[in-house]
């Protein structure tokens, strides 16, 4: 079965960082575009950075560039996200998204994680 | 990038159809057909329910329906059940500095 599942979440004070990974099974990592997705306490879900296949396409939320960096090792298939300067506003479930079509990009998020949690609080 | 405009809940009795908006922008959901919608049981992973508009992928119940008019889709939940009950998001392909946006997001309540 197809499965993403992500780690690295916790307790971090305000300017901090965090190095969040998710590791894929059961399906050709390699080929498929990838996302990260937040959710903080109470609020929406939020598209926070995309990575494509072969890592040369990558795409950041205005409230997280500069701050953040997306990568992935298809060797190991895994997906980071380095998460630094963190605010309190970061805090949130943390979740890794397969993209739907690895030959069309931004069709949906077809397999998701079950998240981890970022909470930055001194 | 501003979220997408949902109503913030919406509820029926089982075996009713409720239907969810989504309004976004000429810069998104009227000109992209790449909206997708996302059922989230609180704790769960979320699960893709529609895609390109309209398009259900494989395993989803054909109770649930896409459409979209101008600049608002709408996911129609239909012979609503109990497990129906979550939180749904809509999202949008709104061009390559912000890829995705997200609706504010929909609780639907079984009443």
């Known amino acids: 079965e197809v499965h993403l599942v992500e780690s690295g979440g916790g307790l971090v004070k305000p300017g901090g960082s965090l190095r969040l990974s998710c590791a894929a099974s059961?399906?050709?990592?390699?080929?498929?575009?990838m996302n990260w997705v937040r959710q903080a306490p109470g609020k929406g879900l939020e598209w926070v950075s995309s990575?494509?296949?072969?890592?040369?396409?990558?795409y950041y939320a205005d409230a997280v560039k500069g701050r953040f960096t997306i990568s992935r090792d298809n060797a190991k298939n895994s997906l980071y996200l380095e998460m630094n300067s963190l605010r309190a506003e970061d805090t949130g479930i943390y979740y890794c998204?397969?993209?739907?079509?690895?030959?069309?990009?931004?069709?949906?998020?077809?397999?998701w994680g079950q998240g981890t949690t970022v909470t930055v609080s001194s | 990038q501003s979220a997408l405009t949902q109503p913030a809940s919406v509820s029926g009795s089982p075996g009713q159809s409720i239907t969810i908006s989504c309004t976004g922008t000429s810069s998104d959901v009227g000109t992209y057909s790449l909206v997708s919608w996302y059922q989230h049981h609180p704790g769960k992973a979320p699960k893709l329910m529609i895609c390109e508009d309209t398009r259900r992928p494989s395993g989803v119940s054909n109770r649930f329906s896409g459409s979209k008019s101008g600049n608002t889709a709408s996911l129609t939940i239909s012979g609503l059940q109990a497990e129906d009950e979550a939180d749904y998001f809509c999202c949008s392909y709104a061009g390559t500095d912000t890829p995705y946006v997200f609706g504010t997001g929909t609780k639907v309540t079984v009443i």
């Open positions: 059961e399906f050709t990592f390699s080929t498929y575009p």
């Open positions: 990575i494509s296949g072969s890592s040369r396409f990558i």
């Open positions: 998204a397969r993209d739907l079509d690895p030959q069309n990009y931004f069709y949906g998020m077809d397999v």
